[in-house]
């Protein structure tokens, strides 16, 4: 069946260190991977996505990375800032005419100061 | 939020009762979805629209019934409240199209089914 989890429930990083979330996923057909950002009170917010054919992807100081092999995805954040301080969830989803995404349980990242 | 408002933002209810909660959006995007966010759990799918009277069960489905009349508007309904349905429930967009995976999501309603 699908599923899309996490390793590791909280995280802290202290200011300006780079941040590594990891996630783990069981559904090989899975079209997308994609990171949401969810502050205390708000809805997720998308972050970056990876296409399942690619590696890597990088955007503003955040780099997905894919390894199919071992059916693992990270998000990698640079020069971590207290404004990430929030809860980070992987999810997948498969393309089709009834396209679901589907999320996993969240990592809470902390910044130390 | 992407004109992607829910209504009521705040719920309490008694446990039996039915309650309806609303997703409304101007984005006119085809996929809609409903989702509840419980400690421990993330975020987990309900039902979702894929378009309108599109609409199909997720991971979580037992207890709702949705409907999809128009575009804009994705109800979510609880035929009988009860406390394990005491949760924040999100409404999510996106446009679906095989280029673009982001789903706007709306701020969320906190239901307290006592």
């Known amino acids: 069946g699908e599923s899309v989890g996490l390793h590791l429930p909280t995280l802290s990083v202290q200011e300006g260190d780079n941040s590594i979330i990891n996630c783990a996923y069981s559904n090989s057909a899975s079209d997308y991977f994609i990171w949401y950002k969810q502050e205390s009170g708000k809805g997720p917010q998308f972050i970056i996505d990876?296409?399942?054919?690619?590696d890597k992807r990088q955007g503003q100081r955040v780099t997905v990375l894919l390894n199919k092999t071992v059916k693992h995805l990270s998000l990698q954040i640079a020069a971590t800032q207290p404004g990430d301080s929030a809860v980070y969830f992987c999810a997948e989803k498969v393309y089709s005419s009834a396209s679901k995404i589907i999320f996993g349980s969240g990592t809470r990242l902390s910044i130390r100061p | 939020d992407a004109g992607i408002t829910q209504s009521p933002r705040h719920k309490v209810t008694e446990t039996g009762t039915p309650v309806t909660l609303r997703c409304h959006q101007t984005e006119n995007h085809r996929y809609m979805y409903w989702y509840r966010q419980d400690p421990g759990h993330g975020l987990r799918l309900i039902h979702y629209s894929y378009g309108v009277k599109d609409t199909d069960k997720g991971e979580v489905s037992d207890g709702y019934s949705v409907s999809r009349s128009k575009t804009e508007d994705f109800l979510l309904t609880l035929e009988s409240a009860t406390s394990s349905q005491t949760s924040v429930y999100f409404c999510a967009i996106s446009p679906g199209t095989a280029l673009n995976t982001e789903a706007f999501f709306g701020q969320g309603t906190r239901l307290t089914v006592v």
């Open positions: 990876i296409r399942s054919n690619m």
